[in-house]
């Protein structure tokens, strides 16, 4: 079984930064270097939105959705499976419940996640 483990949301002011983590544990069947890591966010009444992803076998890349650009900078360490999104100048738009997510698409629609970790809460106060 795959399990993917989030950490490190929680309140911040419009302006502050957080730093999130996913922690990736079991085995695939194919090496975890090769899956495209990311993350997604859902706002209460809206849909699951891509954030972010990263994958880095040999060339690294990156991508991140418009709104995001310039403030959230992605990474991963696939010795230690684990995945980071450090999110600066944070606004309240950016309030939502952040997944981690493992595809095989370098930018992946939420339809294509093979798998997700249960979600963290991030909220940004005005």
């Known amino acids: 079984q795959v399990q993917l483990v989030e950490s490190g949301g929680g309140l911040v002011q419009a302006g502050g930064s957080l730093r999130l983590s996913c922690a990736a544990s079991?085995?695939?069947?194919?090496?975890?270097?090769?899956?495209?890591m990311g993350w997604f966010r859902q706002a209460p009444g809206k849909e699951r939105e891509f954030v972010a992803s990263?994958?880095?076998?040999?060339?690294?890349?990156?991508y991140y959705t418009d709104s995001v650009k310039g403030r959230f900078t992605i990474s991963r360490d696939n010795a230690k499976k684990c995945l980071y999104l450090e999110m600066n100048s944070l606004k309240p738009e950016d309030t939502a419940v952040y997944y981690c997510?493992?595809?095989?698409?370098?930018?992946?629609?939420?339809?294509?996640?093979?798998?997700w970790g249960q979600g963290t809460q991030v909220t940004v106060s005005s």
């Open positions: 079991g085995s695939t069947f194919r090496p975890w270097s090769i899956y495209t």
């Open positions: 997510a493992a595809a095989r698409a370098l930018r992946p629609a939420p339809e294509e996640v093979d798998y």
């Open positions: 990263i994958r880095n076998g040999g060339t690294t890349y990156s």
